[in-house]
């Protein structure tokens, strides 16, 4: 039973549209993470937070933007999606220590 | 600033040989964690291994085994008698306790041939 949801699973849409992906997680954990990769490819960080109202930008520059109004929930906008957004994001969530982080099933995203 | 590095991009080996997986990381600092996560062609990440920089113990787990060697900042990953289900690509990964914040390496994909 996954502990980090996120939806949706597939989203096909085209230029120009607004979309949000969801991430919500049930462990209470305060850091959360969203991670951009392209198919196969290595793993950027492109926005964290690290509690509610606590958002910062990854290593990665994205044109996305992210919000924490609830502890469990850290959905990813995108105001105007482009196809050079096409990619997979996955959220995370870990523990204050660093310890363990865990991963949700992502979410592919392609812009037509 | 923390930094993983795995070189081998690919990797390509006939089923039941043994195949070790290199990982090399940097870190300023003395307290962090080290982690192995699997992703098969379905896109989500398995979680494998994670170790402290206290514990310098090698760990084996059924046909799993990691090196982790302090003094050269390697964290390597060993399958024994590989099997095609073995197929994915690989990442090692490394958290430092100060920033807490999980940093990949390029990531290996690793292709087991029947």
């Known amino acids: 039973e996954a502990d980090i949801y996120q939806t949706p699973r597939y989203l096909v849409i085209g230029t120009g549209k607004k979309i949000t992906l969801e991430c919500s997680q049930t462990?209470?954990?305060?850091?959360m993470y969203w991670y951009q990769q392209d198919p196969g490819m290595e793993l950027h960080l492109i926005h964290y937070?690290?509690?509610?109202?606590?958002?910062e930008k990854g290593d990665l520059s994205s044109e996305s933007t992210v919000s924490r109004i609830r502890t469990e929930h850290f959905p990813l906008t995108l105001e105007s999606a482009r196809p050079s957004h096409t990619s997979q994001y996955l959220c995370a969530s870990s523990d204050w220590g660093g310890h363990g982080y865990t991963f949700g099933s992502g979410t592919r995203l392609t812009v037509v | 600033a923390q930094k993983v590095t795995q070189a081998q991009t690919e990797i390509s080996v006939v089923e039941k040989e043994d195949v070790t997986l290199d990982c090399v990381y940097e870190t300023r600092d003395t307290t962090y964690y080290l982690f192995w996560y699997k992703q098969p062609p379905s896109g989500e990440l398995v979680f494998l291994i994670r170790r402290n920089s206290f514990d310098e113990q090698n760990e084996i787990s059924g046909r799993y085994s990691w090196n982790f060697q302090k003094s050269t900042s390697s964290f390597n990953f060993t399958i024994t008698a590989s099997q095609v289900v073995d197929s994915a690509v690989y990442f090692c990964?490394?958290?430092?306790?100060?920033?807490?914040?999980?940093?990949f390496g390029q990531g290996t994909r690793l292709t087991i041939n029947p």
């Open positions: 462990m209470g954990h305060d850091k």
């Open positions: 937070s690290y509690g509610v109202n606590s958002t």
């Open positions: 990964a490394l958290s430092e306790a100060n920033a807490q914040k999980l940093v």
